[in-house]
């Protein structure tokens, strides 16, 4: 605490000097070597080792009902948490700020990652702060600034497949929205949305559903969608289990994907590529983005804009979409 006295700033920020890591502007660096050679100050070897014991835990909570999307993010943190010598808690928040509140008795924890919806619960983001436990908040529908968040641009990215299916001839094309309440799920459905009104589609009610990403919602919003008297052409799940989902309930009316109906998906997991037909779908680097979330609690990153990461995203084609029979 001298040296940070002396020096001028915090202590955090005298130890990430004397730690040698690279975040730390040359004029602060240098005014806490100058107090260090001034104060005769000598590092404590045992003492470091021992706060080193006690930050080496990164929580994930999350609420999110896709396995297939969790189990890509905890594969994303663990990789990070290996390769650091960090080790991970992945706990499942469905009771809110009553799943978290015991955190704040964690001496060794570095920092939480929240993952949708979890990213946009006031009541946790604001435990978390007045405990002084730094978090980054996974695809934010905004970036306020107070925490460290990673995302992809998840409307501009359905957008682009509306503009996929519209190239291949579809207009009558279903959607299979997410809940209203995930943060994801509201903008992909506007990306949808905007797509449609982009080329000159207008969009019909009775064309979207609303599933829960469960496989067993996309079965049923799709047997919905076919019922209907001028059934769509093409259906655009907004994650890759409901478009398995789609798959299911066209093989058991049996219409063939993708020569009678296009099924298209968004998340490309593992299932995309497993499935047959294999999805066409929109990749979100999901390990990339947790890994980076990882990183930032790594770095002991301050709160702020400059904390702030917008990962690619792209389209990938495979084999269940084609153009609609004339």
């Given at each position: 605490?001298?040296v940070?006295?002396?020096?001028g700033?915090?202590?955090?920020?005298?130890?990430?000097?004397?730690?040698?890591?690279?975040?730390?502007?040359?004029?602060?660096?240098a005014r806490?070597?100058?107090?260090?050679r001034t104060?005769?100050y000598?590092?404590?070897p045992?003492?470091r080792?021992?706060?080193?014991?006690?930050?080496?835990?990164?929580?994930?909570y999350?609420?999110?009902?896709?396995?297939?999307y969790?189990?890509e993010?905890?594969?994303?943190?663990l990789?990070?948490c290996?390769a650091e010598?960090?080790?991970?808690?992945?706990?499942?928040a469905?009771?809110g700020?009553?799943s978290?509140?015991s955190?704040?008795?964690?001496?060794n924890?570095a920092?939480?990652?929240?993952?949708p919806?979890?990213?946009?619960?006031a009541?946790?983001?604001r435990?978390?702060?007045?405990?002084?436990i730094p978090?980054?908040?996974l695809?934010p529908?905004?970036?306020d600034?107070?925490?460290?968040?990673?995302?992809m641009?998840?409307?501009?990215?359905?957008?682009e497949?509306?503009?996929?299916?519209?190239?291949?001839?579809?207009?009558r094309?279903?959607?299979?929205?997410?809940?209203?309440?995930?943060?994801?799920?509201?903008?992909?459905?506007a990306?949808f949305?905007?797509?449609?009104?982009?080329?000159?589609?207008s969009p019909s009610?009775e064309?979207v559903?609303?599933?829960?990403f469960?496989?067993?919602?996309?079965?049923q919003?799709?047997?919905?969608l076919?019922a209907?008297g001028?059934?769509?052409?093409?259906i655009?799940?907004?994650?890759?289990?409901?478009?398995?989902g789609a798959?299911?309930?066209?093989?058991?009316?049996?219409i063939r994907v993708?020569?009678?109906?296009?099924?298209?998906?968004?998340?490309?997991?593992p299932l995309a590529?497993v499935?047959?037909?294999?999805?066409?779908t929109i990749?979100?680097?999901?390990?990339?983005?947790?890994?980076?979330?990882?990183d930032?609690?790594?770095g002991?990153?301050?709160?702020?804009?400059e904390?702030?990461?917008?990962?690619?995203h792209?389209?990938?084609?495979?084999?269940?979409?084609?153009p609609?029979?004339?």
């Amino acid at each position: 605490m001298d040296v940070a006295r002396e020096a001028g700033v915090s202590f955090k920020t005298v130890s990430r000097v004397l730690n040698g890591e690279p975040n730390v502007r040359e004029p602060t660096r240098a005014r806490v070597m100058d107090a260090v050679r001034t104060l005769g100050y000598r590092a404590n070897p045992f003492a470091r080792s021992l706060r080193a014991a006690q930050s080496r835990l990164i929580a994930v909570y999350f609420s999110n009902p896709s396995r297939n999307y969790t189990s890509e993010i905890q594969i994303g943190v663990l990789e990070r948490c290996n390769a650091e010598g960090f080790n991970a808690i992945f706990e499942q928040a469905s009771g809110g700020l009553d799943s978290i509140v015991s955190l704040r008795g964690r001496p060794n924890l570095a920092g939480v990652i929240l993952v949708p919806p979890l990213t946009e619960d006031a009541a946790i983001m604001r435990h978390l702060a007045q405990a002084d436990i730094p978090f980054v908040r996974l695809a934010p529908i905004e970036a306020d600034g107070e925490a460290g968040h990673v995302s992809m641009d998840d409307e501009s990215a359905a957008g682009e497949m509306v503009d996929h299916l519209v190239s291949l001839g579809h207009r009558r094309i279903g959607f299979i929205a997410g809940p209203a309440e995930h943060p994801q799920a509201r903008l992909r459905e506007a990306g949808f949305l905007k797509g449609l009104a982009r080329h000159g589609i207008s969009p019909s009610s009775e064309l979207v559903c609303r599933g829960n990403f469960h496989f067993e919602s996309g079965v049923q919003a799709t047997e919905q969608l076919l019922a209907l008297g001028a059934r769509p052409t093409a259906i655009f799940a907004s994650n890759d289990d409901m478009a398995a989902g789609a798959l299911a309930a066209a093989y058991r009316k049996g219409i063939r994907v993708p020569e009678d109906l296009s099924v298209a998906g968004f998340d490309d997991t593992p299932l995309a590529s497993v499935v047959a037909p294999s999805l066409t779908t929109i990749y979100q680097p999901i390990r990339e983005q947790a890994g980076k979330a990882a990183d930032m609690l790594f770095g002991g990153v301050e709160r702020g804009p400059e904390t702030s990461i917008v990962l690619p995203h792209r389209l990938v084609v495979r084999e269940s979409t084609a153009p609609p029979k004339a």
